[in-house]
Nanobody
């Protein structure tokens, strides 16, 4: 079992940057693929970025590609989401989630399905003003 805690959200202006952190405890973090989702009010939960247990493989939603970077430091049991050039449409609660199994599924649908992820953080609010 792994527990996840997100931090780093806040209120920023369009064009600003934030770095979200997700710190895990309770298990060997490198055994888990880790994902960031976000959910805006009244919207479905949306895939943002995913990283394999080793950190060698990453995928991004088209909406954030080139602006966001996911990374991890397994020595610190942490995964990060560096968000640059933030836009108002990035406003959402951002959730870190993890699934046991280090390797990313080859199917985009499979690897981004929220139901695949048993362990979730509490979420951190990101608000981007225009």
């Amino acid at each position: 079992q792994v527990q996840l805690v997100e931090s780093g959200g806040g209120l920023v202006q369009a064009g600003d940057s934030l770095r979200l952190s997700c710190v895990a405890s309770g298990s060997t973090f490198s055994n888990y693929r880790t994902i960031w989702f976000r959910q805006a009010p009244g919207k479905d939960r949306e895939f943002v970025a995913i990283i394999s247990g080793s950190g060698a493989s990453t995928f991004y939603a088209d909406s954030v590609k080139g602006r966001f970077t996911i990374s991890r430091d397994n020595a610190l049991n942490s995964v990060y989401l560096k968000m640059n050039s933030l836009k108002p449409e990035d406003t959402a609660v951002y959730y870190c989630a993890a699934a046991l199994g280090a390797v990313l599924p080859p199917s985009s649908r499979s690897r981004t399905n929220p139901n695949s992820y048993q362990y979730w953080g509490q979420g951190t609010q990101v608000t981007v003003s225009s």
